[in-house]
């Protein structure tokens, strides 16, 4: 195997990526340790995907960003969490997009099969951040995907009328991206109409699931001084109680799990009707 041309690459790329992380570590979108994590990432995505895999996901990454600074309507002010994303949302969030471009670089001859899951995995981070950001502060009411009874919107589990809107056009931007720059790259080109289903309905089932993972298993806790549903285990300064979930999936966990999830059933779509 040829390993100069992606040292090369690599050396060309790495400084437009460190300024890129370096800014988003100004503009407060990435903590320190996120944007070491952004770095690598980039330089797996460029150096393997090429032009058509960083456009997919610059794009989530600035619109994500962008998203999580939209103004709130009437003033009110919730915070969904830091907006700074540290490694480990980087990870959770970059885990399954990297594993696909690695399968890509071991077996040049699934390119197919790894475009759809990279694609499919970005489409449905898109989705989940675009269905949070935009169902927390326009959703007139969100209810618990599980139990449908009604929920605050922002909860991890709540899903809202406009949120599913946001969850569908998110991989549409996506899948319309990758026609826009197909052949720029590794990533196998926009292949016509029936990519646009499996892409669109992957990253939208794969948010889905992100909501019902966050109605089910992730960890919750009831803050003991502001008597507060909150998703970490610490809140006012003291340990929270766990009320329902498994201790150890927290909002990452289930991210990464949603990912992987939508990029199967964009590929299994691929298959079944592509
Ligand atoms: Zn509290």
Redesign the pocket.
Known sequence: MQFGPYIMTALLAAPVIGIVALASYRLRALSMSGAIGAVVTGLIVFVIGGISASVALFAFFIFGSLLSKLPWPGGRKKSIGGSERDWKQVLANGGVPCAALLLLFARPDLREEASMLYLGAIATMFADTSATEIGTRFGKRAINILTFKPIEPGTSGGVSAIGFAASLAAPALITLLHYLTRGLGELCEFQGAHWVMPLVLGGFIGALTDSVLGASIQAKYR??????V?ESHR??G?E?VLISGVPWIGNNAVNAIASLIGALVSLGLLYRFG
């Open positions: 803050c003991g001084v502001c008597g507060k909150v809140h006012c003291k929270a």
